[in-house]
């Protein structure tokens, strides 16, 4: 039901387009939310956003580099990333639940590699 794509291997400082589809459920009813895991690590937080794309919230780690978006026509959201850095390296997986706290569906995931 969600289905990730755009991950890739990126020069560092460069900029890539995460995109998720969620189908099968009112899309507009959910939070959306990007985590990530790297190798060896937990999977962490990344960003979310409402249904009104209104507030997003995203990790330290990523504020003022990456954008989380929604187009609910599309029933698609979207992590815009910019100024990657080596270790944004990762697993990429989105989420989706109908409160930020509780993700209950989970993409794949689209690797993404930042090389130094």
């Known amino acids: 039901q969600l289905q990730a794509s755009g991950g890739g291997l990126v020069q560092g400082g460069g900029s890539l387009r995460l995109s998720c589809t969620f189908s099968g459920r009112t899309f507009i009813a959910y939070f959306m939310g990007w985590f990530r895991q790297a190798p060896g690590k937990e999977r962490e937080f990344v960003a979310a956003?409402?249904?009104?794309?209104?507030?997003?919230d995203y990790a330290d780690s990523v504020k003022g580099r990456f954008t989380i978006s929604r187009d609910n026509a599309k029933n698609t959201v979207y992590l815009q990333m910019n100024s990657v850095k080596p270790e944004d390296t990762a697993v990429y997986y989105c989420?989706?639940?109908?409160?930020?706290?509780?993700?209950?569906?989970w993409g794949q995931g689209t690797l993404v590699t930042v090389s130094s």
């Open positions: 956003i409402s249904w009104s794309g209104k507030s997003p």
């Open positions: 989420a989706a639940g109908l409160n930020p706290k509780a993700y209950d569906y």
